[in-house]
Structure formats: C-alpha cells, structure tokens
C-alpha cells in the first residue's frame, strides 16, 4: 500500500535529516550491478528488464537546467568522496523511475523473448484507457541528496502539492492492479520513492570512508539545497535496458502524458 501525501513528505524529511544519512552510510551494502575491469574500469554486468520512468537527462526538455544542477552537484560530491568502488551512474541516463515494471530473472522467465510484444501492447493498452483528456505535468521538486543502504547515492525528489502526489498514485495504481499486466509478471514490490540514482557504491567502504561520505553528502545538502530545484513530471516512457548503464527506447514504444 502507497503512503498518503504526509507520510510521502515525512519519508522525504527523515531521508535528508542527517542522522538518517549517518545511519543508512553505516549500513552500507554494495549494489552488486558492476564489476571492476583489469584496467580499472567499472562495467555493468548483464541484468534486463522493462522498466517506467521520465525521459532520460539529454532526452528531458522539461527539466533541462535542473539536470544539469545536479551533474555540477555530483560532481562537486565526486572530488571530495575519491575512494574505490563508487560508480558514477551513467549521465545519459540519469532519469526517475516512475514505475517498477519486470527485471531479472522474473523478466527472464515470462516474457523475455518471446511475450516481449505482447507486454507492449498491454502497457499502450492501460495508457489509452487512463490518458487524460487534459494532460499537465506534475509538479515535483529535487530536496537535497541520501544516501540508501542498497548501495545508492540519490537525489530526493517529492511532490509540490497533495494533487501531484495524488494523480502520480491514481497512475501507479492502474498500472500494478491491470490483471493482463499482472498475468505477465508486472507487479509493486515497494511503495513509490522519487529518487534520481547518482552513484552506485561497489566496494564496502572503511570506517574513516563512511565518515567522509556522510559528511559530503550533508555539506553537498547544505551548500546546494537551501531552495529545491524544479523538476517537472511530463511523461513516462516504456524503456528496456540490458544492464544499469542504458535505459533505451524506440519510437513506438507506450507513453503516458501526465
């Protein structure tokens, strides 16, 4: 069951309080989606999927100045947090995910293959029937940056008002309750939480990291976050992705207008 609208901003303030940060740092697993190279390098290991989010940073007209905010953010959190095992996420495919929809090896199982068009036309199928006469985007904004103990680095992203928050959970539930969608394997394994991916964490850091980490991401808060930066919900996109470094689309591909 999704969180009301006070509970949704409750989560957002405890996420950014800096006894949170401490406490998610010192629970720190490793997010287990890249591996070091020979050279050095981090490369993505195979993980597919379908998955529902808003168009990718150089694909997002709407929130164009707010991308790019945070990409001199992360970098700036970069310098000051120079120790192995933290992967940049991939610029060109910062986004927020609107919708968990098949991964893994559930996505392997069901429809990978050889139901992978009949998964389309069900997710055009559920678009058509709750598009809105009247699109207009939804209002969100950009709080400040946590820290998930998954192995995630994040910006925080919450609702402007109770109606966007209201009109993004009337969509999320259409989608997890549409039994063709259900049939194939879609379904809500966790309650909504806006967040843009920044960094992924792939080596367990030492105590003295744990500490650096966690007071850069609250001196980043601090000297970034005083006012929220825009950032606008206008459509969410059906993407494919065959590891954590691309979420890619085609054309004709569903998406829903806000």
């Known amino acids: 069951m999704e969180k009301n609208f006070v509970e949704y901003l409750s989560q957002v303030d405890i996420a950014l309080k800096a006894e949170t940060i401490k406490e998610f740092v010192s629970q720190l697993k490793t997010f287990g989606k890249f591996q070091e190279s020979n050279d050095g390098l981090w490369d993505p290991l195979p993980y597919s999927g379908y998955t529902l989010i808003t168009p990718t940073f150089l694909n997002d007209t709407e929130n164009v100045n707010t991308y790019w905010q945070l990409s001199d953010i992360r970098e700036e959190l970069f ?14 495919g910062l986004h927020l995910t609107i919708g968990r929809l098949i991964s893994g090896d559930i996505f392997a199982k069901k429809i990978m293959n050889s139901r992978e068009e009949e998964f389309l036309l069900a997710m055009q199928q559920l678009f058509s029937e709750t598009s809105s006469a009247s699109p207009s985007p939804l209002k969100y904004e950009v709080k400040g940056l946590s820290v998930f103990s998954e192995g995630v680095i994040a910006a925080i992203v919450s609702p402007v008002t109770e109606d966007d928050y209201l009109r993004l959970q009337s969509f999320r539930n259409s989608l997890y309750t549409d039994e063709e969608l259900m049939n194939l394997g879609v379904e809500r394994k966790r309650c909504f939480n806006g967040h843009i991916t920044l960094f992924y964490i792939e080596e367990k850091l030492a105590g003295k990291e744990r500490s650096k980490l966690t007071n850069a991401v609250l001196n980043i808060n601090k000297q970034f976050f005083s006012t929220p930066l825009p950032f606008k919900l206008t459509r969410a996109e059906v993407r494919r992705f065959s590891d954590f470094s691309d979420f890619y689309r085609q054309d004709h591909w569903p998406v829903y207008k806000f």
Do not use: E
């Not at 310098?79 to 060109?92: D, E, K, Q, R």
């Open 79 to 92: 310098w000051n947090i120079l120790f192995p095992g933290i992967v940049p996420a991939p610029t060109i």
